[in-house]
């Protein structure tokens, strides 16, 4: 039994991405025996309201604070946390408890995210910010990259969920091999509990696309590819589930006739996301980058065909043309041709979709909680040698 201890800049949410991975993951650790606690950013606090500033300036030094607080009261194995910020926490449980093994978590590299998005940005970002608020942001973001680096060379061991993080920090930042686990995400346990539907005709017909809408997403690639597939098949009917203030900007990408198809659903609990899944048979997820990318596996839990932008956890779980279907990122139209075609072939549509549920099924919060224990051991390990 170890005594770990989690801290992440995020509120306790079980329903949203990053909050809902570590909690998720407390609880099977601690269904394995194991003894968690855990600091969210309510005990944490926040003064510095902008999001960069509060990230540079203000989260590092919270952080530290909040572990040597921790560290002092209670002897630890592991000092779990999520975002690089968390470098000089690092050095904090180094030096007041040596025997602690610190472990960065990250549900998507920062660096890497950055060095992906860049020709991305180039090409579809509009920036109408003044020059000084974009030399200011240039600047904060530099001073943010040596976070990435710094948490690199402090951290006992890495968690990411996709093999593209770990190349990343492996083939660019010299991190040893040894030190990086690859843990992919699950879907929630009734998702795989719970029969997924069989794909059905009603069921083909319906789109559907669960994202926040937030530029890595590549809300212009669902929108132009479910705008060909309107006009394609007039008889396809979308939903797009994402935050109920970004309905005119989703909105403002469709064309009228495909406006006229789309459902905008705002964000909603896991159990009725599962209704919202159980409802259709094809899944977009054109990502420009994912550090795994919870929600095309939370579909193939349900049995819908993903058809995905081969980036984060996609291109290590999708077998393409097997159990759903890899696209370049930034290609609608291999998008949409790929959806149509497995709309117009029911027959291969329910092979895949009958693929794609059994294969979420080997995705468990158990398996993470093994897989994340044996990494700390495995760490704890190294460091007594």
Not at 99 to 128: C, Q
Not at 294 to 310: N, P, Q
Request: net charge positive; glycine share 6%.
């Amino acid at each position: 039994m170890m005594r770990i201890l989690f801290m992440a800049d995020v509120p306790h949410n079980p329903h949203s991405g990053a909050a809902g991975t570590e909690v998720q993951t407390i609880e099977a650790l601690r269904a394995l025996g194991h003894e968690v606690d855990a600091i969210w950013s309510d005990s944490l606090g926040r003064r510095i309201r902008h999001g960069n500033l509060h990230l540079l300036l203000e989260l590092p030094g919270t952080y530290a604070c909040a572990a040597a607080r921790a560290i002092r009261e209670k002897r630890y194995d592991v000092v779990h946390v999520n975002q690089p910020h968390g470098f000089r926490a690092a050095r904090i449980v180094h030096r007041l408890s040596p025997g602690t093994a610190f472990i960065h978590r990250s549900h998507g590299f920062e660096l890497n995210v950055e060095h992906t998005l860049r020709p991305w940005r180039t090409m579809y970002g509009t920036d109408e910010r003044s020059v000084v608020r974009r030399i200011s942001s240039r600047l904060i973001g530099s001073l943010l990259d040596r976070h990435g680096r710094a948490i690199a060379a402090r951290a006992d061991g890495h968690i990411v969920s996709s093999s593209r993080d770990a190349d990343f920090l492996r083939n660019r930042l010299g991190v040893a091999a040894e030190k990086i686990a690859v843990i992919p995400q699950a879907a929630p346990l009734s998702y795989t509990r719970i029969p997924a539907p069989p794909m059905a005709p009603e069921r083909l017909v319906r789109v559907l696309h669960v994202a926040q809408f937030a530029f890595f997403k590549a809300p212009m690639i669902t929108a132009e590819a479910m705008n060909r597939l309107a006009a394609a098949d007039p008889n396809l009917r979308f939903t797009w589930v994402c935050d109920r203030s970004s309905e005119a900007a989703i909105r403002a990408l469709l064309r009228a006739e495909t406006n006229e198809q789309m459902t905008v659903v705002p964000w909603t609990t896991q159990d009725a996301l599962r209704d919202i899944y159980d409802a259709h048979g094809i899944f977009l997820f054109p990502s420009f980058f994912e550090g795994f990318g919870k929600a095309f596996l939370e579909a193939m839990s349900r049995g819908l065909c993903v058809v995905a932008s081969d980036v984060g956890g996609m291109h290590d779980v999708i077998e393409s043309g097997k159990n759903g279907m890899l696209v370049p990122p930034g290609d609608a139209n291999a998008l949409a041709d790929e959806a149509l075609a497995i709309v117009r072939d029911p027959a291969r549509s329910a092979i895949i979709s009958a693929a794609a549920a059994q294969t979420a099924r080997a995705y468990t919060w158990e398996r993470v909680a093994r897989e994340t224990a044996a990494f700390y051991q495995s760490r704890l390990n190294a460091m007594r040698r």
